[in-house]
């Protein structure tokens, strides 16, 4: 399954709304997650199965979606989500999770 | 807390091995799935291995399949990746990550802040 996200950039300024897109190449229901990596950092699990926040992540990330179309948005960007953010599909089995290329959300 | 600690990267020639190992803490090691994910340097993330909490089940990508091979000391909390036939492609820096359930549900809840392997021709 591949994983297509966009934009490859997203340019914009503190306190706008940034929505990210992940698309799968086939149906993986609500199987996907969003990752957070900051330059020299691990990355950062954020939503699993498509809208389900992980624990200690603030209320302005949420995720929607289901079936090849998904969806990451920051309801009002702080200067430190500034950052790569990847889509990740766990659908298959055997496993073969796959991830998207990410895209760099950065300031304007 | 959850800590993983990366070890064991490092420069090795093509066809060469390398035993990667994971230590944990902050959390009851033998109760969750583990797994390892790479990172060319500068591009994007890929999923390696799995293994369950036991130990018993693991679970390969297919480009290191038949040459890396996953393993768990739950005595000990530490995670392993014994990578052989090691080619230019698999240089990389290595996470070890901490899986939300006993068996593995492909979501990585946290992760190590990984260890470098560069493949020399």
């Known amino acids: 399954i591949v994983l297509t996200q966009s934009p490859a950039t997203l340019s914009l300024s503190p306190g706008a709304r940034a929505t990210l897109s992940c698309r799968a190449s086939q149906n993986i229901n609500s199987y996907l997650a969003w990752y957070q990596q900051k330059p020299g950092q691990a990355p950062r699990l954020l939503i699993s199965d498509a809208s389900n926040r992980a624990t200690g992540i603030p209320a302005r990330f949420s995720g929607s979606g289901s079936g090849t179309d998904f969806t990451l948005t920051i309801s009002s960007l702080e200067p430190e989500d500034f950052a790569v953010y990847y889509c990740q599909q766990r659908s298959t089995w055997p496993p073969t999770y796959t991830f998207g290329q990410g895209t760099k959300l950065q300031i304007k | 807390e959850v800590q993983l600690l990366e070890s064991g990267g490092g420069l090795v020639q093509r066809g060469g091995s390398l035993r990667l190992s994971c230590a944990a803490s902050?959390?009851?090691?033998?109760?969750?799935?583990m797994s390892w994910v790479r990172q060319d340097p500068g591009k994007g993330l890929e999923w390696v291995s799995a293994i369950s909490g036991s130990g018993a089940n693991t679970y390969y990508a297919d480009p290191v399949k038949g040459r890396f091979t996953i393993s768990r000391d739950n005595s000990n909390n530490t995670l392993f990746l014994q990578m052989t036939s090691l080619r230019a492609e698999d240089t990389a820096v290595y996470y070890c990550a901490k899986d939300f359930h006993f068996d593995t549900s492909g979501y990585f809840a946290s992760w190590g802040q990984g260890t470098l392997v560069i493949v020399s021709s």
């Open positions: 902050g959390f009851t090691f033998s109760a969750y799935a």
